[in-house]
């Protein structure tokens, strides 16, 4: 396990002389936007037009860029809508952060999950169930213990913010009856209930979990009448999704609906370091500090918790039927994901790293001490 400290600045005549050698073979969207005074940066993403986080975040954030930067910084996004991306998330987001991570794109914003299971190994910790339900501490602890000790995982990136959309939902449906019986599914409250459950879900190690309790977890089709058409020809008993893909209206039969606040979904939205590095500096501190006053880790955090305030009250204008779990059902998942660490993690069988306990525990500790001191200012 490597654990990775601040790193030292050394400021002297050759690195200032390394810096103009760059500076001379930096992307030539950079380089020729800055003859005329103005920079043009590429924003790479996987976010669909309809997608909240798309028009809350990234153009909140890149109108406020263009703005602070008196019109002298443009963003041009590349994703979906231009057919950049959108055909696969898991190789879209790949794509995404290695072309960041090259110098080919200068900004991302991925969904770490959306990633091969081999990266982001340590991050992916939060879509452990009831690590906490609450987004801005997940986040801010998500925040410094990447910052700390996961450095590796994002080599080459200045990161802007980290954060977690704790909302995730198994969602059921009425299947059709000519298929399979037109009863209700029975409603998912605690960790057994998962036995002979078949949940599609892109959440690494959620997936896990289920398995471990013997569920089966399938990957969520990336399109819409994908997903509709696994539910409704067998293959799967429910769905975990964010809060809003549930209100697409091709998903509209799944009508039966379990919240789980704290199966996390981390995203990470930053820089490439070396151009973040040749920007002016003055717009380097701006990037880095704040959004109108605000962190963007708690900028992102705002955003999330609208998002998932408002696609709620969609579905219970829909008269749909939301079951959120109480203290002792949270408490229950939160204990098994406990001993599915330590114990899952431990077997040979498995995935024998010792720095994975380390860093769950650690998360936990951070989270529990959050907590208690929000409590107590309440």
Same mark, same amino acid.
């Given at each position: 396990?490597?654990? &990775?400290? /601040?790193?030292? *600045?050394?400021?002297?005549? =050759? ?13 030539? #969207? ?31 954030? /890149? ?10 910084? !443009? ?13 696969? !998330?898991?190789?879209?987001? =790949? ?9 080919? *794109? ?5 969904? @770490? ?8 190994? %340590? ?19 998500? $925040?410094?213990?990447?910052?700390? %000790? ?12 980290? #954060?977690?959309?704790? &909302?995730?939902?198994?969602? &059921? ?50 399109? &819409?009448?994908?997903? =509709? ?11 975990? @999704? ?5 209100? #697409? ?7 039966? #609906? ?9 995203? %990470? ?13 003055? $717009? ?15 900028? =992102? ?8 305030? +408002?696609?709620?009250?969609? @579905? ?8 959120? @779990? ?10 098994? /994901? ?10 040979? !069988? ?17 989270? *529990? ?5 929000? +409590?107590?200012?309440?």
């Amino acid at each position: 396990m490597i654990f &990775y400290g /601040a790193r030292k *600045i050394i400021k002297s005549k =050759a690195i200032k002389s390394l810096i103009i050698c760059v500076s001379l073979l930096m992307p030539l #969207h950079i380089a020729s936007a800055q003859k005329n005074g103005t920079i043009t940066l590429i924003l790479g993403h996987n976010l669909q037009e309809d997608s909240p986080l798309l028009e809350l975040f990234l153009k909140r954030w /890149a109108n406020y860029f263009t703005q602070v930067t008196n019109n002298r910084g !443009k963003i041009i996004f590349q994703g979906p809508q231009d057919g950049t991306f959108g055909k696969d !998330k898991k190789s879209d987001n =790949a794509n995404i952060d290695s072309l960041l991570r090259s110098g080919k *794109i200068d900004i991302a914003f991925v969904n @770490l999950f959306d990633t091969p299971e081999s990266s982001f190994f %340590y991050s992916k910790l939060f879509a452990l169930p009831f690590i906490t339900s609450d987004t801005a501490i997940a986040s801010h602890v998500f $925040w410094d213990i990447a910052n700390d %000790y996961l450095r590796q995982e994002y080599q080459n990136l200045q990161l802007l913010s980290l #954060h977690i959309d704790p &909302y995730t939902m198994l969602h &059921y449906g009425e299947r059709p009856p000519i298929q399979l019986a037109d009863s209700p599914i029975n409603t998912i409250l605690f960790p057994e209930d998962l036995q002979g459950r078949v949940v599609a879900t892109n959440h690494t190690y959620f997936s896990k979990f289920i398995n471990s309790l013997n569920g089966t977890s399938i990957d969520v089709p990336i399109f &819409y009448q994908e997903k =509709a058409r696994i539910f409704t020809e067998g293959h799967t008993d429910a769905f975990g @999704l964010n809060h809003s893909d549930i209100n #697409h209206e091709q998903l509209s039969f799944l009508t039966r #609906h379990t919240v789980f606040e704290g199966i996390g979904t981390p995203y %990470y939205f930053a820089f490439n370091e070396d151009i973040f590095n040749l920007l002016p500096r003055e $717009w380097r501190k701006i990037l880095t500090s704040s959004l109108g006053g605000k962190n963007l880790v708690d900028f =992102a955090v705002e955003v999330t918790d609208h998002i998932h305030r +408002t696609e709620l009250q969609k @579905l219970q204008r829909r008269n749909d039927l939301i079951i959120k @779990l109480n203290a002792e059902q949270k408490h229950r998942w939160r204990n098994s /994901a406990n001993l599915y660490i330590s114990d899952f993690f431990k077997d040979p !069988k498995n995935i024998n790293d010792e720095a994975l306990v380390v860093i769950f525990n650690l998360m936990q500790e951070r989270i *529990i001490q959050m907590e208690k001191r929000a +409590t107590k200012t309440r």
